[in-house]
C-alpha cells in the first residue's frame, strides 16, 4: 500500500537525538539480561505478568496527558484484541526461552522480527522488498542457520530448544507487528495500540503462570524487584513512549537505522554482565543477523516505516 512521506522525513537528527536513541537501543539490548537476573527468584510467566501490570498504568498516565481517546470508537478494537492475544502468546515464548538459552543468544534470535515482519508485508500487505533487503532476509537466515545448526561445546539440545522458542517469540511479535501496519489498529495512537496488547497480555501470562504451577516462595531481593521495575516501568512503559516522541520530530527511516545495534549490545552486554560464552561460531552468526537486520531496515528516503512498534 502506497505509504505518505512524513513532513519531518528531511529534518537530520541532532546529536541530543543520536544519544537518545543509543540510549533506547541500549535498553533494548539490556532487556534479556534484565529477565534472565531475574529467573532464580522470580519464575518466568510471573516476571511477564509483573510487567505488563505494571507497564500498563504507565502508558496510560501518558495517553490521558496527550489527550488519547482510549475508549473511542474507531474499528481498532478487533486487530488490536487479535495483536494482544499474539502479543500475550510471544512473551510466554520469549520468557519460557529464556529458561534454557542464554540472554546473548536469546538477544539475537528475538531480532529476527524484522525479517518476519518483511516476510508478512510481502506476503499479505503486498509490499516490495527491495534486492537488498532479500539479501537481509538471507544473511539473516544464514545466521540463524549456522548459530543453531552447527555443533558448539556450549550448546546442548535444552540450548536449542530455548533458542526456538525466543524464534517464536520474534515470529509472533512479526506477526504482531503486520497485523499494526495492516489493518485499523494503524490509525490508532500508539499507546492506544500498545495498550491493547499489554492489557490482553495480563490474562495470558496470568493463565500461563497458573498452568506452569509458578510460586514465588520468598520476598525477591532489592535486585530482582529493580529488574522487574526496569522492564515495567522503563521498558515498556518509558522507552517506547520515547520513540514516539522521536517519531514524531524526526524521520522514522532514520531512526530505524539504528535498531541493528540492539541485538549488538545485547550480545555484548550479556557478555561481561551475565559472563555469558561467545564461541566463535555463535559471533559469526551474531554478525550475520545483525547485518541482516541492518540491510532490511536500510532507510529508503522514499519510504516511511510504520512508527507504531520499534524495531
Do not use: H
Not at 150 to 162: I, K, R, S
Not at 288 to 301: S, W
Amino acid at each position: 500500500m502506497p505509504e505518505k512521506i512524513s513532513a519531518s522525513a528531511g529534518r537530520a537528527l541532532t546529536p541530543g537525538a543520536i544519544a537518545l536513541m543509543l540510549m533506547l537501543c541500549l535498553s533494548w539490548g539490556f532487556n534479556q539480561i534484565a529477565v534472565k537476573l531475574a529467573l532464580p527468584e522470580v519464575p518466568p510467566m510471573l516476571q511477564a505478568l509483573i510487567r505488563s501490570a505494571g507497564a500498563l498504568p504507565v502508558m496510560l498516565i501518558a495517553g490521558w496527558l496527550r489527550g488519547v481517546r482510549f475508549f473511542e470508537r474507531d474499528g481498532s478494537l478487533g486487530p488490536g484484541l487479535l495483536a494482544g492475544t499474539l502479543f500475550g502468546l510471544e512473551f510466554v515464548l520469549i520468557f519460557s526461552g529464556l529458561v534454557y538459552t542464554s540472554a546473548s543468544r536469546a538477544a539475537v534470535f528475538l531480532y529476527t522480527a524484522p525479517f518476519f515482519v518483511a516476510l508478512g508485508s510481502y506476503q499479505f500487505l503486498g509490499e516490495r522488498l527491495s534486492l537488498l533487503q532479500w539479501g537481509g532476509l538471507g544473511l539473516s537466515f544464514a545466521g540463524v542457520a549456522l548459530a543453531i545448526g552447527v555443533p558448539q561445546p556450549n550448546v546442548d539440545a535444552t540450548v536449542l530448544l530455548g533458542d526456538l522458542l525466543v524464534v517464536g517469540g520474534g515470529a509472533l511479535w512479526g506477526a504482531t507487528t503486520v497485523i499494526a501496519k495492516g489493518t485499523r489498529l494503524r490509525n490508532a495512537a500508539p499507546e492506544k495500540a500498545l495498550g491493547y496488547q499489554v492489557a490482553v497480555s495480563i490474562p495470558i501470562l496470568a493463565g500461563a503462570s497458573l498452568l506452569f504451577g509458578e510460586t514465588i516462595t520468598q520476598m525477591p531481593g532489592a535486585l530482582s524487584i529493580s529488574l522487574l521495575a526496569y522492564q515495567a516501568f522503563w521498558v515498556v512503559g518509558c522507552t517506547f513512549v520515547l520513540w514516539f516522541a522521536l517519531v514524531k520530530t524526526y524521520s522514522p527511516s532514520k531512526l530505524s537505522s539504528f535498531t541493528f545495534i540492539t541485538p549488538l549490545f545485547g550480545v555484548v552486554a550479556a557478555y561481561f554482565i551475565v559472563n555469558d560464552t561467545l564461541t566463535l561460531t555463535f559471533g559469526a552468526a551474531a554478525l550475520l543477523v545483525i547485518a541482516g537486520l541492518y540491510l532490511v531496515n536500510k532507510p529508503d528516503p522514499k519510504v516511511t516505516p510504520d512508527p507504531n512498534v520499534p524495531a
